[in-house]
T-cell receptor, first 111, second 115 residues
Framework: QQQVKQSPQSLIVQKGGISIINCAYE??????FPWYQQFPGKGPALLIA?????SEKKEGRFTISFNKSAKQFSLHIMDSQPGDSATYFC??????????FGAGTRLTVKP | GAGVSQSPSNKVTEKGKDVELRCDPI?????LYWYRQRLGQGLEFLIY????????KSGLPSDRFSAERTGESVSTLTIQRTQQEDSAVYLC?????????????FGPGTRLTVL
């Protein structure tokens, strides 16, 4: 069963716009929520991550918003650039090393 | 330092043949994962090794799939009697248990095509 649900499946944004990807999880044992970025032909790579004791984490143009009570978290990409075009996966981890991924969002940023 | 490596990078096989895919994790990483990624799809968890503990095989789709890991080093994923629906990219990742929150480092994947 899918333990992490991700939406939308695909997203098209104009350059300079805000990209928003949402995820929801069910198991409250998850305690770490990373986002991975994958370019075509490459393996996914960690982009940004958050622990459930904070509601927001920002790194440059990338921000994670976390709502523990709703069991939801989202990735916001500000000032989206064509180079951000990639597939983004949210994930949830429970100790010690069990990580479950969302289905992915294919982001296209149009110049 | 070297990242996660996988071999072969591409594998074309005929339906019914067995294939072996190899993963070399980052040295010292105790956890190793295999995922399957079908074209345009997400990451499908297959199996997870953590140190010397019994592996979590809950994601293996059928008994044609098996994986082994020697200690905390190389892992092989074996698919017996391959079917066309096995065509996908098989990704391996490793992580260290030295931190509370364990980033997974992915290899480039093996693209398997079953004719």
């Amino acid at each position: 069963q899918q333990q992490v649900k991700q939406s939308p499946q695909s997203l098209i944004v104009q350059k300079g716009g805000i990209s928003i990807i949402n995820c929801a999880y069910e198991n409250t044992a998850f305690d770490y929520f990373p986002w991975y970025q994958q370019f075509p032909g490459k393996g996914p790579a960690l982009l940004i991550a958050i622990r459930p004791d904070v509601s927001e984490k920002k790194e440059g143009r990338f921000t994670i918003s976390f709502n523990k009570s709703a069991k939801q978290f989202s990735l916001h990409i500000m000032d989206s650039q064509p180079g951000d075009s990639a597939t983004y996966f949210c994930a949830a981890t429970r100790p010690p090393n069990d990580m479950r991924f969302g289905a992915g969002t294919r982001l296209t940023v149009k110049p | 330092g070297a990242g996660v490596s996988q071999s072969p990078s591409n594998k074309v096989t005929e339906k019914g043949k067995d294939v072996e895919l190899r993963c070399d994790p980052i040295s010292g990483h105790t956890a190793l994962y295999w995922y399957r990624q079908r074209l345009g799809q997400g990451l499908e968890f297959l199996i997870y090794f953590q140190g010397n503990s019994a592996p979590d095989k809950s994601g293996l789709p059928s008994d044609r799939f098996s994986a082994e890991r020697t200690g905390e080093s190389v892992s092989t994923l074996t698919i017996q009697r391959t079917q066309q629906e096995d065509s996908a990219v098989y990704l391996c990742a490793s992580s260290s248990d030295m931190s509370s929150y364990n980033e997974q480092f992915f290899g480039p994947g093996t693209r398997l095509t079953v004719l």
